[in-house]
C-alpha cells in the first residue's frame, strides 16, 4: 500500500467508479444523474484503447469515428456534467462491511458502493517476468520500495500511472531506470534515467540480474513491470473470479455486496457499447443498493 505516509480519508462518497473507459465513464454519469456524490479514478485521457482505435463503426449513433473523437465526445459529456477525473491508480479495494476503502498511494478513499470497470491488460508479459516474479520483479514498486533502498531498480511502465512510482522510487533507490512503453512521457523527476527501448527478456539465475533490450542490457538489482492494471484478486481481496474476469450476476454485482464490476473486466466480448452498457447497469444496481440501505 503506502509508504509510511498517513492515509488521508477525505470524505465517504456514495459510489466509487474505478476506471475511466466507456464502463466507467458510463456508470459515472449514470451515478451523478441519480444524484449520488460520486468520485471516478482512471486518466485524463479516458482510455488507452479509446485513444488507440483507428476506427469504430459499430458505437451507435457514431459511425465511423477515430477512437480519439469518441474519446472526445465522452470528455465533453463528462465535462457538462461537472465529472472530474482524479488521476491516481487504485491499488485495493477493501470491504469493511458497511463501506468499502478504496486505497491508492497516497491517499484512502471511502465509499459505500463501488463499480469496478477496469478493463483488462492486453499487454504480454516479458519472457522471464514470471520466472523471477518475487526474485527481483515486481508489479509494485512503492510496495516494494524499502527493500531497494540504495539499490539499482529498472522500472518498465505501460502508463503515466507508473511515472508516479518511478518518481517516488528515485527517493530509496541509489539509481532509477525508467523504461516507457507508451507516449508522450507525463512527468519524470530529474535524476531518474529514461531509456526509449524494447525490453527483450529478463535473465538471471536464482534472482533477476539483467534487462535484455534488442540492442543492448541493463543490470539491475530490481525490475518492475507496471501495467495499466493490477490483477483482478489483488485489487479486490475475497473477490470471486470466474476464469480470468469478475464474476458478476445480471445486476453486475459481485459476491460482495455493494461491489459492482463493469466492461471487459467481466468477460467477453469486449466492446465499447458492451462496457458502457454494463456501466450503466452497474451504476443503477448501485444506486438501489444505496437507497435501500
Ligand atoms: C486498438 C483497439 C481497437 C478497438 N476497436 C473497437 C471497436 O471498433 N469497437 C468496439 O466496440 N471495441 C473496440 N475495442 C475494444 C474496446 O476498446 C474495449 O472493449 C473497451 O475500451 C472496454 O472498456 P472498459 O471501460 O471496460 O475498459 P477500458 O477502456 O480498458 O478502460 C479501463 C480504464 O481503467 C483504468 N484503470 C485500470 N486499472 C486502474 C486502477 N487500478 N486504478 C485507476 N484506474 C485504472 C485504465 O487506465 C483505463 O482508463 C478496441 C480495442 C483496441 C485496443
Given amino acids: 500500500m503506502n509508504q509510511g505516509q498517513d492515509l488521508i480519508v477525505d470524505q465517504r462518497y456514495d459510489l466509487i467508479v474505478i476506471g475511466s473507459g466507456p464502463a466507467g465513464i458510463s456508470a459515472a454519469i449514470n451515478g451523478v444523474i441519480r444524484k449520488k456524490k460520486v468520485k471516478v479514478f482512471g486518466i485524463s485521457d479516458l482510455s488507452e484503447k479509446l485513444t488507440k482505435a483507428p476506427r469504430i463503426d459499430n458505437y451507435l449513433g457514431f459511425f465511423g469515428v477515430s477512437g480519439m473523437d469518441l474519446k472526445n465526445s465522452f470528455a465533453n459529456h463528462i465535462q457538462k456534467m461537472d465529472i472530474q477525473i482524479t488521476e491516481e491508480k487504485v491499488d485495493a479495494v477493501y470491504a469493511m462491511g458497511d463501506h468499502f476503502a478504496v486505497s491508492t498511494r497516497l491517499n484512502m478513499y471511502e465509499a459505500t458502493s463501488v463499480v469496478v470497470a477496469t478493463g483488462v491488460s492486453i499487454k504480454k508479459s516479458i519472457p522471464g517476468e514470471d520466472v523471477f516474479l518475487g526474485k527481483g520483479v515486481g508489479y509494485c514498486a512503492t510496495c516494494d520500495a524499502p527493500i531497494y533502498k540504495n539499490k539499482v531498480v529498472a522500472i518498465v511502465g505501460y502508463d503515466v500511472h507508473a511515472e508516479e512510482e518511478a518518481n517516488f522510487m528515485l527517493d530509496v533507490a541509489s539509481k532509477v531506470y525508467y523504461i516507457p512503453m507508451y507516449k508522450p512521457i507525463k512527468k519524470i523527476r530529474e535524476g531518474i534515467e529514461i531509456l526509449e527501448k524494447k525490453p527483450k527478456e529478463i535473465i538471471g539465475d536464482d534472482h533477476a540480474k539483467k534487462l535484455l533490450f534488442q540492442d543492448g542490457e541493463l543490470e539491475a538489482d530490481g525490475f518492475f ?28 454485482e459481485t459476491n460482495i455486496p455493494g461491489l ?9 466480448p469486449y466492446q465499447y457499447l458492451k462496457a458502457a452498457g454494463e456501466g450503466q447497469v452497474a451504476a443503477l444496481n448501485a444506486v438501489s443498493y444505496l437507497d435501500n440501505r
Avoid: N
Avoid at 459492482?260 to 467477453?268: E, N, V
Fill in 225 to 252: 513491470i507496471l501495467k495499466d492494471s493490477v490483477d483482478l484478486d489483488q485489487l479486490v481481496p475475497g473477490v470471486e473470479i470466474a476464469e480470468g474476469h469478475f464474476k458478476v450476476d445480471r445486476h453486475m
Fill in 260 to 268: 459492482y464490476a463493469a466492461g471487459d473486466c467481466t468477460g467477453k
